[in-house]
């Protein structure tokens, strides 16, 4: 995408300005491309905080909304490179076969000696090839080619990384594997002829259970979440992996959050006891949403010596703090049912609080309107149902 002297000039002095006003002041700039203007003002503006790298590179083009909306954050990105050199696989030749915005490929190919970026859009080639350059990312060869068709006749590589596209012809997000394109379980023997090693990215909604039992070469899987936003699953095949789904092993990352990735395989979860507490004790634990995400929930009782609330309700207890304890910990300040006289003691005149729901008839909005709540402060309030089956709302810090 070329863009003029004019144009690149005015998108560097509004970088920061509100796009829709400037689309309003349009007749004052006539001699501004101002489409690719807001274009690249909006784009760069959506980066600051996923790519932040990229963002403040001078000179980086952004191309349309969707592709920006799907691409890999900085954060997501640089753990698959770090995860590439954990493995300790041989780093010589690596395709990306979906490449779009082209972050993943971007961090993941000074890594290795050669990297191919393939994507259908010829735009999307265009602008790879423009910022690439300019991130001075010289070893990745640009094809403008359908994924599946370079694959058939692609010369093998150490690792081939895909991300299929999640929505149908009509833009509906899709989910299943069979429902994104390509149909990566379909592909798969042909994807382990070509690449000792293929990385998956999938959609976070996806089922994992389901994942694993459709792909039958998955060798690990892990979940990732950025500041405890679940942002994908990156399921990780080789030829060699013919692990049962149940063993395979299950890595949650919480990224931005200071805390130790969690392991486990749904087989030590079946097997794990699950200690329910007879009440609220002194500290509550919320798992973050990379465990919640992977199902974690009998494992965390044995790692981290706490107890369940109830089997349903995914929150932990414990008379003492658990200070490595894989997500949001809370000093429990009080608890009770939902009669008006003691709802009133443990709300107090100061009925301000962040509301959550786990395992309990009612919703976020719902329970706010009945308890007459505002939201915010540093008070947090969880609305749940213990081991014996009884509601009870419970006040943390």
């Known amino acids: 995408m070329e863009i003029d002297q ?3 000039d005015f998108i560097r002095r509004h970088a920061m300005d509100d796009v829709a006003i400037l689309a309003l002041q349009a007749a004052k700039y006539p001699d501004v491309d101002m489409p690719a203007a807001l274009n690249q003002i909006a784009g760069r503006q959506r ?64 890594l290795f000696g050669r990297a191919t970026y393939v994507e259908r859009q010829k735009s999307l080639c265009e ?5 690439f350059a300019l991130l001075g990312l010289h070893n990745i060869d640009i094809r403008h080619a359908d994924s599946v068709e370079y694959l058939e006749q692609m010369e093998p590589v150490d690792l081939i990384f895909i991300d299929p596209a999640r929505r149908d012809n009509h833009g509906g997000k899709t989910v299943a594997i069979g429902d994104c394109e390509p149909d990566v379980a379909a592909l ?10 293929v990385w998956v990215k999938l959609s976070p909604m996806l089922d994992i259970a389901q994942a694993l039992h459709t792909l039958k070469h998955v060798q690990e899987a892990h979940v990732v979440s950025v500041a405890n936003e679940c942002k994908e699953l ?10 049962p789904a149940e ?50 929930f009998r494992s965390l009782t044995t790692i981290y010596k706490v107890e369940k609330l109830h089997p349903n309700s995914h929150l932990y207890t414990s008379d003492h703090l658990v200070p490595d304890f894989p997500g949001r910990k809370f000093r429990v300040e009080g608890c ?17 609080a962040n509301l959550t729901v ?20 540093d008070r947090y309030l969880f609305a749940t149902t213990l081991a014996d089956g009884q509601k009870v709302l419970i006040a943390c810090r």
């Open 247 to 296: 063993r395979v092993p299950l890595h949650c990352a919480n990224l931005q959050s200071g805390q130790p990735a969690f392991t486990f395989t749904r087989q030590a979860e079946q097997a794990s006891p699950c200690p329910l507490a007879p009440a609220v004790r002194a500290y509550l634990y919320e798992p973050n949403a990379s465990l919640l995400k992977a199902g974690a």
């Open 358 to 377: 786990r395992n309990f008839p009612a919703t976020v909005a719902e329970l706010r309107k009945r308890l007459r709540l505002s939201d915010g402060g």
């Open 6 to 8: 004019t144009t690149a």
């Open 47 to 110: 980066m600051r905080a996923k790519v932040p790298l990229w963002a403040a590179t001078e000179g980086i083009v952004y191309p349309a909304h969707l592709p920006l909306e799907q691409c890999s954050s900085e954060a997501t990105a640089r753990y698959k490179a770090e995860l590439a050199i954990q493995t300790g696989e041989e780093r010589h030749t690596m395709a990306d076969l979906t490449g779009g915005f082209g972050i993943d490929c971007a961090f993941l190919s000074p």
């Open 234 to 243: 990156l399921l990780v095949l080789s030829r060699e992996a013919t692990l």
């Open 336 to 352: 009770c049912g939902f009669g008006k006289k003691e709802v009133a003691r443990l709300l107090g005149p100061d009925r301000k």
């Open 188 to 197: 798969e023997p042909l994807l382990l002829e070509k690449a000792r090693q």
């Open 127 to 131: 602008t790879a090839r423009h910022n």
